[in-house]
């Protein structure tokens, strides 16, 4: 089974297209350890537990290598983030085998460097897919992309049009002169195309919060199996209801869509102060079902249909 289809059959299976981010950050975890690792295998513990009760669920975990890795000492010989995200995606496969795990690293680099970070990703931390970037073009991505096959069943989420409004335009939205003079992000939008082709399961980062940039490339990927991995909903401004809009409007295959909300689904209260007073004092279980409720309304606004 390549990664488009097992995309099918967690939609499937939970009803969502929703990408769950987790990206904890420590003070923002209810304290029932002071360790990073400990706090977050707690916590995850009583989310996931609470998730899987309400049978609440994302189309896909999507966790950020760098806010686990920011609490390794290598030199130091502490690798805490390490083995907290080892435990946190250990315990996804535990509780919800049929839900794919994104890693978010951006990796990208001449053939043979990408050729170990690829298998970083998918051997070292054995996730189903992972984020890379593609500047240094086809000799950095294919070492990814060569897992992207039925027998191994990874994906690829290759950077297009990224959630970041003011950094992306810098070089993203420039016009690239050339037989079609087109925006870079399209011409990487082509690109993408190209490499999935060959490879089934590379698909594209593009960020809900250029709506029109999107809309374009929805042009280019619909009735293709090109999945899209899309940030930016929630703190970053983007909606749901919007994207769905896009889509719908593009006629892309919304099965293989995932719509990602990090902080806003691990940690609400990060940016509620009525909220986090709130929940001052409360369990580790009352703080879970605020995100769970928090899921459970992304999963409402995205109004996935089969």
């Known amino acids: 089974m390549d990664f488009n289809d097992k995309l099918r059959q967690a939609t499937e299976k939970t009803g969502s297209i929703a990408c769950m981010g987790l990206d904890p950050v420590l003070e923002n975890v209810p304290a029932k350890y002071p360790q990073f690792k400990f706090r977050v295998e707690a916590f995850m513990e009583d989310l996931f537990t609470e998730m899987k009760d ?3 669920l994302p189309g896909a975990f999507k966790p950020n290598h760098g806010f686990y890795s920011r609490h390794d000492e290598p030199r130091r010989g502490q690798f805490r983030g390490s083995m907290a995200l080892g435990i946190v995606m250990n315990m996804i496969n535990d509780f919800f085998p049929e839900i794919p795990i994104i890693l978010d690293y951006k990796r990208g680099d001449i053939a043979k460097s990408s050729a170990n970070y690829a298998h970083e990703g998918f051997v070292g ?12 073009g086809t000799d950095s991505v294919s070492p990814f992309a060569e897992f992207c096959n039925e027998e191994q069943g990874k994906g ?11 950094g992306a335009a810098d070089f993203q939205s ?5 037989d079609n003079n087109e925006q870079l992000h399209l011409v990487v939008a082509d690109k993408i195309v190209e490499w999935a082709e060959l490879y089934p399961g590379v698909g594209a980062v593009v960020g809900a919060t250029s709506l029109d940039e999107m809309a374009q490339i929805t042009d280019v990927y619909a ?8 940030p930016g909903v ?8 919007e994207v769905m809009d896009v889509l719908d409007t593009g006629g892309y295959e919304q099965a293989l869509a995932r719509i990602n909300s990090s902080s806003g689904l691990l940690q609400p209260w990060a940016k509620d102060e009525d909220l986090k007073a709130k929940l001052e004092g409360k369990s580790n279980s009352e703080y879970a079902k605020v995100c769970v409720d928090k899921l459970n309304v992304l999963n409402e606004e995205i109004g996935y249909k089969s």
């Open 54 to 56: 309400q049978n609440v």
């Open 125 to 136: 931390w054995d996730a189903d897919a992972v984020t890379v970037a593609p500047y240094m």
């Open 156 to 166: 690829v989420y290759v950077l297009n049009r990224t959630s970041n409004k003011i």
């Open 174 to 178: 420039r016009m690239v002169l050339g």
């Open 223 to 230: 009735g293709k199996d090109i999945p899209l991995l899309i």
């Open 234 to 241: 929630g703190g970053q401004g983007g909606k749901a209801d």
